[in-house]
């Protein structure tokens, strides 16, 4: 039974490789428009990886720090520091003292010794940084914080500017996350619907050009299915072959400009930091891009010689 079933499936991607033949330009435009389809996807996809990963960044990184008086008692600093801890809205809290300030700044200043010789850790006021565990509470914890006696300033980490830019670009990238979402998602399902009535009008033409041949083969007893296979299969593999080149294409742009793209970001992990957790991003958008191919496939190839067959 295995046999005879494999003995069919070799038979009928032998006769779907004749009708290729036939007529190979049909075939270029159908895998053409399916590796536009999902090189386009394939972009999309990772450039909404990017801006979650991005936005994950600043959200999880240490969004206030409370610079400490000068006056501040150690009972005050642990004071406010159980305080923090006990505050369910508050997370990933740190001490920062003087020293470990000025080392900062030292580092910070590395290409120029002069700097750092002339200041002391005097200079520098110990710090809490923490982040909120949702950025809906930012401006209530900020304001809450700023009135406590221990503490001389709050503000939001310094490489995010002012109290209001952080905020902002929290804001934009949410906006830009949810512009490549739903733009993406029109971009791609209208490339999609362009790719199924492609390849049903390209089936249908196949179709139509064999039509003697089917009659004959329904007079001779084939069945549908013996009919609808070699259609089908070559549906499949015009999507398959597509889906695979679109995502190849994307997969070599993106490795080829990513040194460049990890230099802009800098800090932030815009792709994931091991090589199996690049591998299993690229895979799992390869297997869902597969999955859509083939049903994309099917579908056409069913449609068109269905409409053939009740005609």
Known sequence: MGQSMMSKMLNYIK?????????????????????ITFFVATVLALLTYVSYSTLHYFETRPQIIAFLNAEATPDQISSLQKDLISDSRIKDLKFVSKEQALNIYKEATSDNPLLSELVSPKVFPASLEFSVTDLQLTESVFSEIGKKDAVGQ??????????????????????????????????????????????????SMRIASRR??????????????????????????????????????????????????????????????????ILQLFGAILGIEVLVALILGILGSFVAIKRYLKI
């Open 154 to 203: 709050v503000v939001f980490t310094a490489s995010l500017g002012g109290s209001k830019s952080i905020k902002d670009v929290i804001d934009n990238l949410r906006n830009i996350t949810n512009y490549i979402k739903i733009g993406g998602g029109v971009i791609v399902s209208f490339l999609l619907g362009s790719s199924l009535i492609i390849l049903l009008v390209i089936i």
């Open 212 to 277: 003697e041949e089917i009659r004959i083969l329904q007079l001779l007893g084939a069945t549908p299915g013996f009919i609808r296979a070699p259609f089908v299969f070559e549906g499949i593999i015009y999507a398959i072959l597509g889906s695979f080149l679109g995502w190849l294409f994307a997969t070599l742009a993106l490795l080829y400009i990513s040194p460049s793209l990890v230099k802009y970001f800098g800090d932030i992990p815009i792709l994931p930091p091991t090589t199996n957790g």
């Open 15 to 35: 006769v779907t490789k004749k009708y290729i033949r036939r007529s190979p330009y049909q075939a270029l435009s159908a895998v053409l428009i399916m590796i």
